[in-house]
């Protein structure tokens, strides 16, 4: 069990607010990553983490940054959300599961900006 | 950005019924295909993992298979049952990024 610990789970803000969410796991895995989920959309990757300050963009990083200074941390940020930040977001590791490395996701974190 | 598709985007079947569903993928770049399977109000779980041309794997009454030459995979359900209801995402791995399809909502109908 990989331990993820997504917070909040559920938020809801204002636009032009900073929102950061945070990630947590347990188990010292290296590679981290968030994505969101829209419908229509699927799951699209935002920023992911190689290791302790080594973050990397995804195919939607525009309007979130990251951070990584712990192993077990990785924490997204919208420093001015948007209506268009509306979405469920989801983190994950990688881990060995079903004869490879596979994602293990945390439980989501919804965030409403009106 | 890589395009990984789906298709249908839903499907509802009775149960007992078989089914499959597709995930299309450029087929550069490989390193792996993988299946999720997603219930309403949880997370993701890993399903199956593939890596070679012609790869088939099999979990009880799901299986897959993969080409990784003309750039797709197959998910099979047989014998479809109410607990089989979820969506089924795939996703291409290169390297150490993940590109989802937009997955197949399956609805079992008793």
């Known amino acids: 069990d990989a331990g993820i610990t997504q917070s909040p789970r559920h938020k809801v803000t204002e636009t032009g607010t900073p929102v950061t969410l945070r990630c947590h796991q347990t188990?010292?895995?290296?590679?981290m990553y968030w994505y969101r989920q829209d419908p229509g959309h699927g799951l699209r990757l935002i920023h992911y983490?190689?290791?302790?300050?080594d973050t990397d963009k995804g195919e939607v990083s525009d309007g979130y940054s990251v951070s990584r200074s712990k192993t077990e941390d990785f924490l997204l940020t919208l420093e001015s959300a948007t209506s268009s930040q509306t979405s469920v977001y989801f983190c994950?590791?990688?881990?060995w599961g079903a004869g490879a490395n596979v994602l293990t996701f945390g439980a989501g974190s919804r965030l409403t900006v009106l | 950005i890589l395009n990984v598709e789906q298709s249908p985007q839903s499907l509802h079947v009775q149960e007992g019924d078989s089914t499959n569903f597709t995930c299309s993928f450029p087929s550069s770049n490989f390193y792996a295909l993988h299946w999720y399977r997603w219930e309403t109000a949880k997370s993701p779980e890993a399903l199956f993992v593939m890596t070679l041309n012609g790869d088939e794997k099999k979990k009880g009454r799901i299986s897959a298979t993969l080409n990784t030459k003309e750039g797709y995979s197959y998910l099979y359900i047989k014998g479809s049952q109410p607990e089989d209801s979820a969506t089924y995402l795939c996703a291409l791995r290169t390297g150490n990024q993940f590109y989802f399809g937009t997955g197949t909502s399956l609805t079992v109908i008793p």
């Open positions: 994950a590791i990688s881990e």
């Open positions: 188990e010292n895995h290296r590679y």
């Open positions: 983490s190689y290791g302790v300050k």
